[in-house]
């Protein structure tokens, strides 16, 4: 598991791109036959990719999390960025179609994967919620945006206050309608919570250019498809396809409040 530390905003002016996409981007989380693994220091949020191409996968404790199994105090989220699979839960299967969701608590000891591709989000966790799964019907469609701000999207909250409860856990997925390109628009920043966001449905050939930064020193990231991009608290998140795309956004830190944010302005961008 790959492991990297916190950062500070005063260390962008200056930064080259190999060093920006060092730090926030998660360029290779899927690889087949693997469960891929990547530890922030951000709030603690590890991101990962299981790929069960060749058989099941199970999800061992790495050690830097010094623990005798992946859930002893950690809670995990789980999205199919693939065609169907089947997530076991100490036993339990729970079956997931394309963009479906899985919560999986506190104490679970084993959890397995097969079929499909599956993106993790997991944070430290105090106590254990009951593990649960939900497709788009369950979630909470918000349609934002439109055609004319090349933005038509909707956004399905998964796991939050409202929905699947969790210790700290936020996360749901994006999905732009054809014809629309711009995510998080106007952007925003979040003092008490990290996101990551993981772009997916984007054809190979596409890429999404990232905005990261302080709103007032921005820089860019180009960004394939199942790829991640850690935003700390201090960066704005908001990008631009060259086609339509999804993506699955996390957050984990102070509070769960989704609405708790700092709008940006365009005008006030730089
Ligand atoms: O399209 C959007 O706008 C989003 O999905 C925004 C994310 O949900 C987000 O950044 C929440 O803090
Ligand atoms: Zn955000």
Same mark, same amino acid.
């Given at each position: 598991m790959e492991v990297r530390h916190a950062t500070a905003p005063d260390q962008i002016p200056g930064a080259t791109t190999d060093w920006l996409r060092g730090r926030f981007l998660a360029e290779q989380l899927f690889v087949s036959g693997e469960i891929r693994l990547l530890y922030s220091h951000e709030d603690r949020i590890v991101v990962g990719g299981a790929l069960p191409e060749d058989g099941p996968l199970t999800l061992h404790s790495p050690d830097p999390l010094r623990s005798e199994y992946f859930l002893e105090r950690r809670e995990l989220g789980v999205v199919n960025v693939g065609e169907a699979g089947v997530v076991t839960v100490d036993g339990t299967p729970y079956p997931l179609a394309h963009r479906e969701c899985l919560y999986v608590g506190r104490g679970a000891r084993e959890v397995l994967f097969e079929d499909g591709a599956f993106y993790l989000v997991s944070t430290p966790a105090h106590a254990g919620f009951p593990t649960a799964r939900a497709g788009l019907e369950d979630a909470e469609p918000v349609r934002l945006g439109g055609q004319e701000g090349s933005n038509d999207r909707t956004i399905y909250k998964y796991i939050h206050?409202?929905?699947?409860?969790?210790?700290?856990? *936020?996360? @749901? *997925? #994006?999905?732009? /309608? $054809?014809?629309?390109?711009?995510? #998080?628009?106007?952007? !925003? %920043?979040? /003092?008490?919570? %990290? /996101?990551? +966001?993981? +772009? =997916?449905?984007? $054809?190979? /050939? !596409?890429?999404?250019? !990232?905005?990261? @930064?302080?709103?007032?020193? %921005?820089?860019?990231?180009?960004?394939?498809?199942?790829?991640?991009?850690?935003?700390? $608290?201090?960066?704005? !998140?908001? @990008? =631009? @396809? #060259?086609?339509? +795309?999804? =993506?699955?956004?996390?957050m984990g830190g102070e509070n769960q409040a989704f609405e708790d944010m700092e709008q940006v302005a365009i005008g006030e961008m730089r």
């Open positions: 206050a409202k929905g699947i409860q969790s210790c700290q856990l *936020v996360l @749901g *997925v #994006t999905v732009l /309608e $054809p014809g629309s390109m711009w995510n #998080t628009m106007p952007c !925003h %920043t979040h /003092e008490r919570r %990290t /996101e990551v +966001y993981l +772009y =997916f449905d984007l $054809p190979a /050939e !596409h890429r999404v250019i !990232h905005l990261m @930064g302080r709103p007032d020193e %921005t820089r860019n990231l180009v960004i394939a498809d199942r790829q991640a991009v850690i935003s700390p $608290p201090w960066s704005v !998140h908001c @990008g =631009f @396809g #060259t086609s339509n +795309y999804s =993506f699955v956004w996390a």
